[in-house]
């Protein structure tokens, strides 16, 4: 009766430290974390509350050797961040090491593929690939579509390929995962021939599928057949959740469709942070930084966090429109406020935004103070202004020598740096030297 209670509690509590604390207290006085079922409940509900307090329960575990299912759960959930997709890996190499009776099964070796191909581990991906045929598990379609994944991440095209090719039967997800192989490694137009295929077997896509075809539309800049598969979406009932949503954005942002894209934003129920970013970033490379910075607001105000990449976008709004205040304002937001530690990125968008403004000694302040070497651009972007606001005082000639350094068969940096300095017979030498 006891044990049915708990059982209930696993399947109708939401996971949160408290609920976890509650329910491991509750095993523990029942004797249940002796049950390898109920041990591997607690560990799931873990694993969604917090990895670090689901590997501690784990490597405290009362059952010697943990179930499989407890392995694999912890796997799969290192597995799906590119940050701890080495532990997943970790883990599978104690698996293998625990017990001669306890085996990886056709459910481990997915989610170690997946983890492989998230941090390029190439080595590792393809012994896991051996071992796979070795025990018997290469007809697998679960094990071979996530294979044909990791080898497109890894830009190993003919290696997915050659998984893909010899399937013997194909689902709709061999089909999305041979298209998104081809779109990670930048091979757009042999996406769009996989997917022919996939038509022509009958294989009716998914939203997955329609995800990676739009990334493939997108980089293609074909806005004709984006708005088919936009059509196809609509004529077919398919909800556009916030992955396709986020496609669809996209691809009508990057070809300049703003109406579109803003039609698509609105539409979308559950926003994520990737969504509000998008629409904020193509705003601003639109010119449109008065309504980028609106857009940013009524982020904020719903209580999503900004990022790094939020505030990349919302800066590159405020130095193309000269909104100096409201630059200077968000950049010590992002320090202060968010904790956001400043990217080249950042400290190139303010450089920018205060050389146009003419705040030429400012944007000097920023350029020598930033913890890396400034690239190119900020370079380039800072003697441009100098010359264009006559304030030659606060040139630096380390900062002009530089930008020769970093592109030195590039011609118009010596023009530009001639047009700011006096020593222009030398510079007429150099490019003579350079060719």
């Known amino acids: 009766m006891i044990s049915r209670q708990i059982q209930t509690l696993f399947h109708l509590s939401?996971?949160?430290?408290?609920?976890?604390?509650?329910?491991?207290?509750?095993?523990?006085?029942?004797?249940?974390?002796?049950?390898?079922?109920?041990?591997?409940?607690?560990?799931?509900?873990?694993?969604?509350?917090?990895?670090?307090?689901?590997?501690?329960?784990?490597?405290?575990?009362?059952?010697?050797?943990?179930?499989?299912?407890?392995?694999?759960?912890?796997?799969?959930?290192?597995?799906?961040?590119?940050?701890?997709?080495?532990?997943?890996?970790?883990?599978?190499?104690?698996?293998?090491?625990?017990?001669?009776?306890?085996?990886?099964?056709?459910?481990?070796?997915?989610?170690?593929?997946?983890?492989?191909?998230?941090?390029?581990?190439?080595?590792?991906?393809?012994?896991?690939?051996?071992?796979?045929?070795?025990?018997?598990?290469?007809?697998?379609?679960h094990v071979n579509n996530t294979l044909v994944a990791m080898y497109g991440a890894l830009g190993l095209i003919e290696f997915s390929r050659r998984v893909f090719d010899e399937l013997s039967e194909r689902d709709v997800v061999s089909w999305s995962s041979m298209i998104a192989a081809y779109v990670d490694c930048n091979q757009d137009l042999d996406a769009m021939r996989v997917f022919k295929d996939m038509n022509t077997a009958n294989s009716k896509p998914n939203s997955i599928t329609l995800v990676s075809l739009l990334s493939a539309l997108t980089n293609l800049l074909n806005i004709r057949l984006g708005k088919s598969i936009h059509s196809y979406i609509i004529v077919n009932g398919i909800e556009p959740a916030v992955g396709l949503g986020t496609a669809l954005l996209n691809m009508y942002a990057k070809s300049g469709h703003l109406d579109e894209a803003f039609h698509i934003f609105n539409s979308i129920k559950d926003k994520n942070l990737q969504?509000?970013?998008?629409?904020?970033?193509?705003?601003?490379?639109?010119?449109?930084?008065?309504?980028?910075?609106?857009?940013?607001?009524?982020?904020?105000?719903?209580?999503?966090?900004?990022?790094?990449?939020?505030?990349?976008?919302?800066?590159?709004?405020?130095?193309?429109?000269?909104?100096?205040?409201?630059?200077?304002?968000?950049?010590?937001?992002?320090?202060?406020?968010?904790?956001?530690?400043?990217?080249?990125?950042?400290?190139?968008?303010m450089a920018d935004l205060l050389g146009r403004a003419g705040e030429i000694e400012e944007a000097y302040r920023i350029i020598v103070s930033m913890p890396m070497e400034p690239n190119s651009v900020i370079l380039r972007s800072y003697l441009s202004a100098c010359k264009h606001h006559g304030r030659n005082i606060y040139l630096d000639k380390d900062l002009m020598q530089l930008l020769l350094k970093i592109e030195p068969d590039i011609g118009a940096n010596y023009v530009?740096?001639?047009?700011?300095?006096?020593?222009?017979?030398?510079?007429?030498?150099?490019?003579?030297?350079?060719?």
């Open 14 to 141: 939401k996971t949160s430290a408290k609920t976890l604390q509650v329910l491991h207290c509750l095993l523990l006085k029942t004797s249940l974390d002796h049950h390898e079922y109920f041990f591997s409940q607690l560990i799931l509900s873990a694993a969604t509350a917090s990895l670090c307090r689901a590997r501690e329960l784990f490597d405290n575990s009362p059952i010697v050797p943990q179930p499989l299912f407890a392995w694999n759960t912890l796997i799969k959930a290192c597995s799906k961040e590119s940050s701890t997709s080495a532990e997943s890996v970790k883990l599978f190499v104690e698996l293998l090491r625990t017990s001669n009776e306890l085996k990886p099964d056709k459910f481990t070796y997915p989610f170690v593929i997946k983890a492989c191909g998230r941090c390029s581990m190439l080595g590792v991906g393809g012994s896991v690939h051996s071992m796979v045929l070795k025990v018997g598990f290469g007809s697998d379609s």
């Open 275 to 349: 969504c509000w970013t998008l629409m904020i970033s193509s705003l601003a490379n639109y010119g449109h930084g008065e309504e980028a910075i609106s857009l940013f607001t009524r982020m904020e105000e719903i209580g999503l966090k900004p990022d790094s990449i939020s505030f990349s976008a919302i800066l590159s709004a405020c130095s193309h429109r000269g909104l100096l205040h409201k630059g200077r304002e968000l950049f010590e937001k992002m320090v202060n406020v968010y904790n956001i530690v400043p990217t080249m990125e950042h400290y190139g968008c």
């Open 416 to 435: 530009l740096v001639s047009t700011v300095s006096s020593s222009m017979d030398n510079l007429r030498n150099d490019m003579k030297i350079k060719g």
